[in-house]
């Protein structure tokens, strides 16, 4: 079992800055991804961005530049920047020790296992 506590979400302007943090612990051991979902209200769940266990990081195509994803071993953040209102929506930090390469780019919620209890940012213009 992994626990992911999120934290940092909160509400600001469109072109301010947030950084969002994930904590990670329980049974991890180290080869683990580690990934930020969102979801607006009424839409689905949505990736945002993932790293994985030797840093490897992806990011969904309307965040790239915007955000940044870094994570030390069972810590992770988000640097949100020039956020935007239509980056309002639940943080939601997820964790995947099913992949078996560090390059795997895993996108759907179904091949997370394990989530945090989500953290709310909201973007006002």
């Known amino acids: 079992q992994i626990q992911l506590v999120e934290s940092g979400g909160g509400s600001v302007q469109a072109g301010d800055s947030l950084s969002l943090s994930c904590a990670a612990s329980g049974r991890t051991g180290n080869r683990y991804a580690l990934a930020w979902f969102r979801q607006a209200v009424g839409k689905e769940r949505k990736f945002v961005a993932r790293a994985s266990w030797t840093g490897r990081t992806y990011y969904e195509d309307s965040i790239k530049g915007r955000f940044t994803i870094s994570r030390d071993r069972h810590r992770m953040t988000l640097q949100m920047n020039s956020l935007e209102p239509e980056d309002t929506a639940v943080y939601y930090c997820?964790?995947?020790?099913?992949?078996?390469?560090?390059?795997?780019?895993?996108?759907?919620?179904?091949?997370?296992?394990?989530w945090g209890q989500g953290t709310q940012v909201t973007v006002s213009s």
């Open positions: 997820a964790a995947d020790d099913r992949s078996i390469l560090s390059a795997d780019n895993r996108r759907r919620t179904d091949e997370y296992a394990y």
